[in-house]
């Protein structure tokens, strides 16, 4: 039996992963309402039992640890409940899945605020047990997560924080399901799409009576409009579309976040938001990062003052060609379609003839291939798996030199109506150590939405969504790699500062010329790589307008630094303006 005040190190050695069959499972909306209630029973019960321990009974197994297995065990079956919400092609099992989410939610609120099981940890560390370095991580961040949760605030102002955080994760899986939810189009006529290439145009859905093109804000959509139609108008109406989406129904649940979130800083002592999510990262508080972003942005406006002389000249030359009067500004849907001019003009990259290198089945299998190789790792792909959509791939990973079972994930490429509208890894089972020594083995997902095939071509990536294929799947291999005693730490569930490291260094790749040659053939003809002249006038176009796209980055950190800074939402807008990053593009000269 384990003393008291010490426990065993972590660094245990473990019996090899063995497939015990991947947990994820595809539920019903009445399934998912079911699971969600089991977790929070068997949950609670875990809670109770560490919150009843007698004072010379707590050990850090059955305090910590045991919360660490349960919270191990409710990660993995917690994916079933919530990821539907993101990936089903069944409105009723994406509703189920974001209500049973909001049920979850509230309830891990409500047991990171539980102050009989916090008083436990407390004494546990008051003993100084003896602990391995990753078993004192795991006490420390628990108490910590107590904490910064309001466990040192009166009962009454922590029951008004509770409700605080629930309502804020309610309006926070509000907003995002109607951004799944979307189902915004635009409608435009032959004329109205001109510049665009004869074969996006023809596999576009057409009204009924087929004078006119349906246009969704989906990316294959969306995007080529933005760089190619050589009509402003057509730009500018869709540039609003996209911009205004569910504006009605989200603005006034972004208000209300902003404000809980207010509140809840207030509670806990700290000045901002801002300041309660910076006390844990690397630049501490919202001063220094204000600081950092001002400077920056201070570097980078001479660069990006010099591009938009390029780019305006551009806008300038062609209205003159057209006989149209220039209004001598570098709108936000004036961006995209000149810089693409820039590119072909000055550099000769052309995304059309660049993407025919890149068909989706090649690509795939050159990054499968060279993971495998940077990795030492085997992926086999699993034949007929249970699966939310036939388009969904599934893979073993196997340790290449031992054959050892490594882990599983899921490929979802391409857009559908209801999915989740970006790309993104999802982690859906976490890698541990279990009770009976085994190692669960981690499961994730990728989750994009590059575009579909279509009738004469297949899917054709352009080069910058090559990088976003290596880049999210570098996050999936940061999930499969893990090897971590609790699941608290598996994957990507690092310091946030570092969570995108990883997949930021991995993404170089695709501007290297032996990768590029292995991740591309041409889809007609498949001997024929992307070739060496491309491929350089691709590098030396890298950095163009990097001055205005770091900017743009830019404006997003200081709207969200200003948004939650203690002021009012409408000032805050009016803030932002006068920073001079909003999303029109002006030359300062």
Not at 6 to 34: F, H
Not at 88 to 104: M, P, V
Not at 494 to 508: G, H
Request: aromatic residues 8%; charged residues 25%.
């Amino acid at each position: 039996m384990e003393a008291s005040g010490t426990v065993a190190s972590s660094e245990q050695s473990t019996k090899p992963v063995t497939r015990a069959g991947n947990l994820l499972k595809i539920l019903t909306a009445d399934e998912i309402t079911k699971q969600a209630d089991r977790i929070i029973a068997q949950s609670k019960a875990v809670h109770d039992a560490v919150a009843a321990l007698p004072e010379n009974e707590i050990t850090f197994a059955n305090s910590v640890k045991a919360l660490a297995d349960n919270e191990a065990v409710v990660t993995t079956l917690s994916a079933s409940c919530y990821f539907p919400s993101y990936v089903s092609t069944d409105k009723e099992i994406r509703d189920a899945s974001t209500e049973a989410n909001k049920k979850l939610e509230a309830f891990y609120i409500e047991c990171d605020m539980r102050e009989d099981v916090y008083l436990v940890l407390q004494k546990l560390h008051a003993l100084r047990p003896n602990l391995a370095p990753e078993a004192e991580r795991l006490h420390k961040k628990m108490l910590e997560s107590f904490q910064r949760n309001g466990l040192g605030l009166p009962k009454e102002q922590r029951e008004e924080l509770k409700q605080i955080k629930t309502r804020i994760s309610e309006l926070c899986l509000d907003f995002e399901k109607n951004m799944n939810e979307d189902k915004t189009t635009i409608e435009f006529t032959k004329e109205e799409l001109a510049g665009l290439p004869e074969d996006f145009v023809q596999e576009l859905p057409q009204t009924e009576d087929k004078s006119k093109y349906i246009i969704s804000m989906k990316y294959p959509e969306y995007f080529p409009i933005m760089e190619k139609a050589s009509t402003e108008t057509t730009r500018q109406r869709l540039d609003k579309a996209n911009d205004t989406r569910v504006l009605d129904t989200n603005v006034p649940l972004l208000e209300e976040i902003v404000s809980l979130r207010s509140k809840a800083a207030d509670l806990l002592g700290y000045t901002s938001h801002g300041d309660y999510v910076l006390e844990n990262r690397m630049a501490k508080t919202t001063a220094t990062v204000s600081s950092f972003l001002a400077d920056l942005k201070q570097k980078l406006v001479p660069f990006a003052d010099a591009e938009l002389k390029q780019l305006l000249a551009l806008k300038d030359a062609e209205k003159k060609k057209n006989g149209e009067t220039s209004d001598g500004v570098i709108n936000n849907w004036d961006f995209r379609y000149y810089l693409r001019m820039l590119l072909q003009t000055e550099y000769q990259v052309d995304d059309d003839e660049i993407k025919n290198y890149f068909p989706m089945d090649v690509v795939t299998k050159g990054l499968l291939d060279i993971y495998q190789e940077l990795l030492g790792l085997r992926f086999e792909e699993v034949s007929n798996p249970e699966k939310w959509h036939p388009d969904v791939q599934l893979f073993d990973v196997l340790d290449s030199t031992t054959t050892e079972f490594v882990g599983q994930f899921y490929l979802d490429l391409f857009p559908r109506d209801g999915k989740y509208t970006h790309a993104a890894a999802f982690p859906l089972q976490p890698t541990y150590i279990m009770a009976d020594t085994t190692r669960q083995f981690p499961t994730a997902a990728m989750v994009a939405n590059f575009t579909k095939p279509g009738k004469d071509k297949p899917s054709l990536l352009k080069h910058d969504e090559v990088v976003t294929y290596f880049h999210e799947f570098g996050h999936i291999m940061h999930n499969i790699c893990s090897k971590v005693t609790y699941a608290r730490f598996s994957g990507t569930s690092v310091e946030r500062d570092f969570v995108e490291a990883p997949s930021q260094m991995l993404e170089n790749w695709c501007w290297e010329g032996p990768v590029l040659q292995r991740l591309s053939a041409h889809y007609q003809e498949r001997d024929k790589h992307l070739p060496e002249e491309l491929q350089k006038r691709m590098v030396a176009a890298k950095n163009v307008c990097t001055g205005l796209l770091n900017l743009r980055q830019i404006f997003f950190g200081l709207f969200d630094q200003t948004l939650h800074a203690k002021r009012k939402y409408t000032q805050v807008v009016q803030e932002s303006v006068l920073l001079g990053l909003t999303h029109t593009y002006t030359h300062s000269a």
